[in-house]
């Protein structure tokens, strides 16, 4: 997919993860590591997405809080 967004110059990149990747979690060590990945993904994403018309868009939930985090680069 991301060949075709950089042929065409623009795009969107959603990822969708949880607090957890931030926080932590007692006993959801693995979890934890795999949300906090995708984050970091997210992160280097939005790097690579400056020098084009890309968006990044980062969601975030837990069960009290919904966050969205939108970076428009370009």
Do not use: D, N
Request: charged content about 10%; glycine content about 10%.
């Amino acid at each position: 997919v991301l060949p075709h967004m950089v042929q065409r110059g623009m795009g969107t990149v959603t990822t969708v993860s949880s607090v957890v990747g931030i926080a932590g979690a007692p006993l959801a060590t693995g979890y934890a590591a795999s949300k906090h990945a995708l984050q970091v993904r997210g992160t280097t994403t939005l790097v690579f997405a400056r020098r084009l018309s890309f968006t990044v868009l980062l969601l975030l939930f837990s069960r009290l809080l919904c966050r969205a985090f939108l970076i428009r680069c370009g």
